[in-house]
């Protein structure tokens, strides 16, 4: 049974760091494209980052871009999301998902609208002002 597992988030100031890790067990990691969701109180779910596995290429949304950097590390089945410079409105739970990736850029497989394969349970992220 595939598991995705986060970890890694907490309460932070403004300007500060975190690191997500999302540990993916139960299914062929390279097979798979994972992305990092978010939702805030009240709003609707954004895709924040993915990675294809195969290639290691990534998408950013435009919120993000600059500050948050995704990444793998393939021997530990585990993707990571580096947020620099955070702000109040990244204030959030954090989800990563996997689906296949088909041979698809991570930007196609995770499309508005689809239903993923797999879901973690989410970290929440906290900045303070």
């Known amino acids: 049974e595939a598991q995705l597992v986060e970890s890694g988030g907490g309460l932070v100031e403004a300007g500060g760091s975190l690191r997500l890790s999302c540990v993916v067990s139960?299914?062929?990691?390279?097979?798979?494209?994972i992305g990092w969701f978010r939702q805030a109180p009240g709003k609707e779910r954004e895709r924040v980052s993915c990675?294809?596995?195969?290639?290691?290429?990534?998408d950013y949304a435009d919120s993000v871009k600059g500050r948050f950097t995704i990444s793998s590390d393939n021997a530990k089945n585990t993707v990571y999301l580096q947020m620099d410079s955070l702000q109040p409105e990244d204030t959030a739970i954090y989800y990563c998902?996997?689906?296949?990736?088909?041979?698809?850029?991570?930007?196609?497989?995770?499309?508005?609208?689809?239903?993923?394969?797999?879901w973690g349970l989410g970290t929440q992220v906290t900045v303070s002002s």
């Open positions: 998902s996997a689906d296949a990736s088909l041979g698809l850029p991570c930007s196609a497989v995770f499309n508005p609208g689809y239903e993923y394969d797999y």
């Open positions: 139960g299914l062929t990691f390279a097979d798979y494209s």
């Open positions: 990675i294809t596995i195969t290639d290691s290429s990534t």
